[in-house]
């Protein structure tokens, strides 16, 4: 009798199914941890800092009162990313911490980091999240301590750079007076393009404590042409005259019900330029699913990443500026994941409508 007829364990048996187990799913998972905490603790040492001078694995354990075998391996793992190089016996930062990793880089990615902290903590609270919902912050303050710097790191390194050139190569750029930088946060728009244009004065409208961050950024860049205008552009004023209207990825951004607001703010001929997610932008679950996980007080989002639940996407937003008078001229695509699009307010547009 067979040990299978008998009742007895099979040993020969196997699943019945295509592929492998899950574990090579766990393993590149793990793969991403051990590289995260390995970055994040080095950076947390200044151990970037330490190695802009070529060291050795032990002099940079006793300058951090840490163990010599940890720190080598530890060592060992960054230079393996491209973070730190190695010459004989002697570690040393590469260009891209550099850059990118010391903390008193003009790129340094800090907050970023701490950003990356932050949506690593929802993750390790899933659990408790899936059961009783998601994390809520107050918005304000969520905007001013953690987004909004991460915002200015992350588009410091190129993207500012490219957006605001293409701005700048507008026709109507010269010849404008007044921009409002709609939810502009950091400023750093609406500082680059005041320095691209002599002539400009620049506003920037977003929440009360987020303008005290905005502020910040004005004294460090010495931008005296740029103001700052405390509100909710959900409910107050945004003011009027200005030739140009420029928003970057912010909440109001593709809610058709502030348009009005917009055209009214904007002189006859002014132009409209706005960043957002396109809508074809690749669909990640892990993704869209981290965006559920957390929520502002006062703004309920839509499962989509990126989209809250007023919004439209991006072609129905740009089509309803047509039926508001606006002439959509053109979509720039700006990333993977964004485009920008400008537009321009037809004169006699019936602002109110």
């Given at each position: 009798?067979?040990?299978?007829?008998?009742?007895?364990?099979?040993?020969?048996?196997?699943?019945g199914l295509p592929g492998t187990t899950p574990l090579p799913v766990f393993?590149?998972?793990?793969?991403?941890?051990?590289?995260?905490?390995?970055?994040?603790?080095?950076?947390?040492?200044?151990?970037?800092?330490?190695?802009?001078?070529?060291?050795?694995?032990?002099?940079?354990?006793?300058?951090?009162?840490?163990?010599?075998?940890?720190?080598?391996?530890?060592?060992?793992?960054?230079?393996?990313?491209?973070?730190?190089?190695?010459?004989?016996?002697?570690?040393?930062?590469?260009?891209?911490?550099?850059?990118?990793?010391?903390?008193?880089?003009?790129?340094?990615?800090?907050?970023?980091?701490?950003?990356?902290?932050?949506?690593?903590?929802?993750?390790?609270?899933?659990?408790?999240?899936?059961?009783?919902?998601?994390?809520?912050?107050?918005?304000?303050?969520?905007?001013?301590?953690?987004?909004?710097?991460?915002?200015?790191?992350?588009?410091?390194?190129?993207?500012?750079?490219?957006?605001?050139?293409?701005?700048?190569?507008?026709?109507?750029?010269?010849?404008?007076?007044?921009?409002?930088?709609?939810?502009?946060?950091?400023?750093?728009?609406?500082?680059?393009?005041?320095?691209?244009?002599?002539?400009?004065?620049?506003?920037?409208?977003?929440?009360?404590?987020?303008?005290?961050?905005?502020?910040?950024?004005?004294?460090?860049?010495?931008?005296?042409?740029?103001?700052?205008?405390?509100?909710?552009?959900?409910?107050?004023?945004?003011?009027?005259?200005?030739?140009?209207?420029?928003?970057?990825?912010?909440?109001?951004?593709?809610?058709?019900?502030?348009?009005?607001?917009?055209?009214?703010?904007?002189?006859?001929?002014?132009?409209?330029?706005?960043?957002?997610?396109?809508?074809?932008?690749?669909?990640?679950?892990?993704?869209?699913?981290?965006?559920?996980?957390?929520?502002?007080?006062?703004?309920?989002?839509?499962?989509?990443?990126?989209?809250?639940?007023?919004?439209?996407?991006?072609?129905?937003?740009?089509?309803?500026?047509?039926?508001?008078?606006?002439?959509?001229?053109?979509?720039?695509?700006?990333?993977?994941?964004?485009?920008?699009?400008?537009?321009?307010?037809?004169?006699?547009?019936?602002?109110?409508?």
């Amino acid at each position: 009798m067979s040990d299978h007829m008998s009742g007895k364990p099979d040993l020969m048996a196997v699943p019945g199914l295509p592929g492998t187990t899950p574990l090579p799913v766990f393993d590149t998972a793990l793969a991403g941890v051990r590289q995260y905490y390995a970055i994040t603790t080095a950076f947390d040492l200044r151990l970037f800092e330490l190695l802009r001078e070529p060291a050795t694995a032990s002099e940079c354990a006793d300058s951090l009162g840490c163990q010599r075998d940890m720190i080598g391996l530890l060592c060992n793992c960054l230079e393996s990313l491209g973070l730190l190089e190695k010459t004989k016996d002697r570690f040393q930062t590469s260009a891209q911490a550099q850059a990118f990793l010391i903390q008193n880089s003009p790129f340094c990615q800090g907050h970023a980091i701490a950003f990356q902290r932050r949506l690593a903590s929802l993750w390790a609270n899933l659990p408790a999240i899936v059961k009783d919902g998601p994390v809520t912050y107050e918005r304000a303050p969520m905007f001013r301590d953690v987004i909004i710097p991460s915002m200015a790191e992350n588009c410091r390194c190129g993207l500012l750079q490219q957006v605001a050139s293409f701005i700048a190569a507008l026709p109507e750029f010269p010849a404008a007076k007044q921009l409002l930088d709609l939810g502009g946060g950091h400023g750093l728009y609406a500082i680059a393009l005041c320095q691209k244009n002599p002539g400009l004065e620049a506003t920037v409208f977003d929440l009360p404590p987020v303008t005290e961050a905005t502020r910040d950024f004005i004294a460090h860049y010495h931008a005296e042409r740029v103001r700052v205008i405390p509100g909710d552009f959900f409910t107050d004023p945004i003011g009027e005259g200005y030739d140009i209207i420029f928003s970057s990825s912010n909440p109001g951004g593709k809610i058709p019900a502030l348009i009005p607001k917009i055209a009214s703010a904007l002189n006859d001929g002014g132009l409209f330029i706005n960043k957002q997610a396109i809508d074809e932008a690749p669909e990640d679950p892990f993704m869209s699913f981290e965006w559920n996980l957390w929520t502002f007080q006062g703004i309920k989002k839509q499962a989509k990443r990126f989209v809250f639940s007023d919004s439209v996407t991006l072609a129905d937003y740009n089509r309803e500026l047509a039926s508001h008078g606006f002439v959509v001229r053109d979509l720039v695509p700006i990333d993977a994941q964004s485009a920008m699009t400008i537009a321009q307010k037809s004169p006699g547009t019936d602002s109110c409508r």
